[in-house]
């Protein structure tokens, strides 16, 4: 053994592999030290039932508290969905009957005079129906009906108890 000149330990002596021989060292390597105390110990490597279980129920535990805020996120992203849709019909029937001098008869009006590119969908049903108010038109001397309103064909509530269709 020599003492090496820069960190003053001493080097164990090491054979080369030539042909068929093997490196051999003198020196035990860790994994035959703890064989040796522990023979099992290469065999028993990983999780216990017990330590399984709990993460399992640690995860159940996260997701319960985790999915309602999720789902509770979504919907308020839906319901603001719905109300941009409608204010956006309902500028669109604006400036219809404003340059038309008339009320649009259907939704189909807004998306032929490109007033709409396209019937949007309700995110709540997640169809494109929605419910057309009609009434009489103000500005037209022959007192025809059109579009004067839109609401959502969804039934339900949000989670403050207001009625879609009353958006």
Do not use: C, H
């Amino acid at each position: 053994m020599e003492r090496n000149t820069v960190i003053g330990r001493k080097q164990w002596s090491v054979a080369l592999s030539v042909g068929q021989w093997s490196v051999k060292s003198r020196r035990r390597k860790t994994e035959d030290q703890s064989e040796i105390r522990n023979p099992k110990s290469k065999i028993e490597r990983g999780f216990s039932l017990l330590e399984l279980m709990i993460a399992m129920f640690i995860l159940i535990i996260l997701l319960s508290v985790a999915l309602p805020t999720f789902q509770r996120s979504v919907q308020q992203a839906r319901e603001t969905v719905l109300k941009e849709n409608l204010f956006q019909m309902r500028r669109a029937i604006d400036q219809y009957s404003t340059d038309k001098g008339k009320l649009p008869q259907s939704l189909d009006d807004l998306v032929t005079g490109e007033y709409l590119r396209e019937k949007p969908v309700d995110p709540i049903t997640e169809k494109s129906e929605w419910k057309e108010i009609t009434g009489e038109d103000k500005n037209s001397v022959d007192g025809e009906q059109g579009i004067v309103d839109v609401k959502s064909a969804s039934e339900g509530e949000d989670g403050d108890g207001k009625k879609y269709e009353d958006y």
